[in-house]
């Protein structure tokens, strides 16, 4: 197997680049008809850049940002960028809970948010949270800015004061910390995973090289650009290859089709729900998007019927299964070829630039075809999490990670995921850690035991199940629930959708809560969403 090298070389050396080469070419399309050049992403990235250090912010300090997919998250990762700053994209729907803990953790100088997105006031949010992050010495905000008092700021006026200024970038070893990602473990808050320069680009490269990716593509996106897929299919990667992009706000099956065909995009790069209400509304339309070629799938079970859906429906295009997770992106780039169909539909996708090892209980690799844990080693991988504890379990002695899934290889570099052996939930492509719902709901009265557990969701792939015990002479619903999760700042994505209440949950002889028996209960019992 061919390993992709690592380039040696920044977003801001080759944004600076196409900058001087092409200005006035188009780098990345968005939804509402506009577009940025890539003269324009650098000119407005170098503005904003220069007034953050102006304000203080200096080399090596963490910017967060709490964006939508719009101009504003490219024109900030650009400016992270050329100034030598660490980028902590955070997830919108994140609430006080998650996003508090996120800037103290990585601590932030910096947050660029909405003044209001969706009717939630991130304004009100991050002045609330202000006073336990005290490194957060500026907020920038973008849409409404009235009445805004230091630190808050608005976008343009900030760029608009470093216009003119020197834009060079800032000298920066390729290898060093670029970003920080913030994914959901077993453990009740998010994991710090560190990625660098070329770890990042890496990861890009196996998804250019894997499905071939050409001057001649364009990459719809509609996963957050607060997640890797988004940040390095949909931002990055115009600046690091001459395939463009397409970002969406939010996912919208009809307005994804209307812009597969007004823009002549060619692949797309998201989650399983995502392409399932594509087949569905193409099919019911009569529409196969032609020249749209690639959909690659994964972050949630992926029926092998889907994707035959989707070969069948559209004229072109090769629906895939891929696996990765943000250690360790894209394991995994899916079977493209006509001659493949059957093992794009029953496997997970063809491991490409990975060393990916199966092994028992013992740690001892296992023959093709057997069962065991999935570990993977590869240039994509990321530098480690920030709490140095968290890496003495997530590698092998030999540096593997150690992805938590079960799985078997099989002939042809094929990969086949069968099983988690972590305790994660995967909700329409965002992460949700068991524990961390269990430890809101064990903060009602009325619950004395507390199980969180995947159940299957026909639009999102799966949702949440809260297992309880209640306490002696307590009663509970999932509706007299609501005020305990609206109080705990837990973002709204996370809450269970169903609640059962059991005289006691099965546990093993250690007292350890044997979830395995709990699904298979919910799913013998034709509980699903």
């Known amino acids: 197997m061919t390993f992709i090298s690592h380039r040696n070389t920044t977003l801001a050396e080759q944004a600076q680049r196409l900058a001087i080469e092409c200005p006035d070419d188009v780098a990345i399309y968005f939804?509402?008809?506009?577009?940025?050049?890539?003269?324009?992403?650098?000119?407005?990235?170098?503005?904003?850049?220069?007034?953050?250090?102006?304000?203080?912010?200096?080399?090596?300090?963490?910017?967060?940002?709490?964006?939508?997919?719009?101009?504003?998250?490219?024109?900030?990762?650009?400016?992270?960028?050329?100034?030598?700053?660490?980028?902590?994209?955070?997830?919108?729907?994140?609430?006080?809970?998650?996003?508090?803990?996120?800037?103290?953790?990585?601590?932030?100088?910096?947050?660029?948010?909405?003044?209001?997105?969706?009717?939630?006031?991130?304004?009100?949010?991050?002045?609330?949270?202000?006073?336990?992050?005290?490194?957060?010495?500026?907020?920038?905000?973008?849409g409404s800015t009235a009445n805004l008092q230091a630190p808050f700021e608005a976008f343009e006026d900030v760029i608009e004061s470093g216009l003119g200024a020197p834009a060079e970038p800032v000298a920066t070893d390729p290898d060093a910390t670029k970003i920080l990602l913030y994914t959901s473990g077993t453990t009740g808050n998010p994991k710090q995973v560190r990625h660098s320069h070329n770890t990042l680009t890496a990861a890009l490269d196996i998804g250019v090289q894997g499905w071939e990716l050409t001057e001649r593509d364009l990459m719809l996106m509609p996963s957050p650009v607060t997640h890797i897929t988004g940040y390095v299919n949909g931002m990055e990667m115009p600046f690091l290859t001459r395939t463009k992009s397409l970002l969406m706000k939010q996912w919208d099956v009809n307005l994804a089709v209307s812009l597969i065909e007004q823009f002549g995009a060619t692949v797309c790069v998201s989650a399983t729900p995502f392409l399932r209400e594509l087949v569905d509304t193409c099919s019911a339309k009569g529409k196969d998007l032609p020249g749209f070629r690639l959909f690659a799938c994964g972050g949630a079970s992926v029926p092998p019927a889907l994707i035959e859906s989707a070969w069948n429906t559209f004229a072109d295009c090769?629906?895939?299964?891929?696996?990765?997770?943000?250690?360790?992106?894209?394991?995994?780039?899916?079977?493209?070829?006509?001659?493949?169909?059957?093992?794009?539909?029953?496997?997970?996708?063809?491991?490409?630039s990975y060393d990916v090892r199966i092994v028992n209980h013992e740690g001892q690799e296992v023959a093709e075809g057997t069962e065991g844990e999935i570990l993977a080693k590869g240039p994509a991988m990321m530098l480690g999490y920030g709490?140095?504890?968290?890496?003495?379990?997530?590698?092998?002695?030999?540096?593997?990670?150690?992805?938590?899934?079960?799985?078997?290889?099989?002939?042809?570099?094929?990969?086949?995921?069968?099983?988690?052996?972590?305790?994660?939930?995967?909700?329409?492509?965002?992460?949700?850690?068991?524990?961390?719902?269990?430890?809101?709901?064990?903060?009602?009265?009325?619950?004395?035991?507390?199980?969180?557990?995947?159940?299957?969701?026909?639009?999102?792939?799966?949702?949440?199940?809260?297992?309880?015990?209640?306490a002696t002479g307590q009663e509970i619903t999932l509706e007299s629930l609501l005020e305990t999760l609206k109080q705990s700042g837990l973002a709204k994505q996370k809450w269970p959708q169903h609640l059962t209440v059991y005289a006691a949950l099965p546990k093993t002889a250690s007292g350890k809560v044997q979830k395995s028996i709990l699904r298979q209960q919910l799913r013998d019992s034709g509980v699903g969403l």
Request: net charge negative.
């Open 31 to 142: 939804d509402d008809g506009t577009a940025l050049s890539y003269g324009q992403a650098w000119t407005r990235g170098a503005a904003l850049a220069s007034a953050l250090r102006a304000r203080g912010i200096s080399a090596g300090k963490t910017l967060s940002f709490q964006l939508p997919n719009g101009p504003e998250a490219v024109i900030v990762m650009m400016a992270a960028a050329i100034a030598g700053l660490v980028i902590n994209p955070i997830v919108p729907i994140y609430r006080e809970k998650e996003t508090g803990f996120i800037l103290r953790h990585a601590d932030s100088s910096v947050i660029f948010i909405p003044s209001v997105l969706r009717g939630f006031d991130y304004r009100n949010m991050i002045e609330t949270l202000r006073p336990e992050c005290p490194s957060l010495s500026h907020v920038i905000c973008t």
């Open 318 to 352: 090769r629906a895939v299964r891929v696996y990765g997770s943000t250690e360790v992106p894209l394991v995994t780039v899916g079977f493209t070829s006509s001659g493949d169909r059957n093992l794009a539909a029953q496997t997970d996708g063809r491991i490409c």
């Open 387 to 470: 709490d140095p504890a968290q890496n003495e379990e997530a590698y092998d002695p030999d540096g593997y990670f150690r992805t938590g899934d079960i799985g078997r290889k099989m002939a042809g570099d094929a990969l086949l995921i069968t099983d988690r052996k972590k305790d994660l939930i995967i909700r329409g492509g965002e992460n949700i850690a068991a524990r961390e719902v269990e430890e809101v709901l064990l903060q009602a009265d009325e619950i004395a035991e507390a199980a969180v557990v995947a159940i299957p969701h026909e639009r999102l792939g799966e949702g949440v199940a809260a297992c309880v015990v209640t």
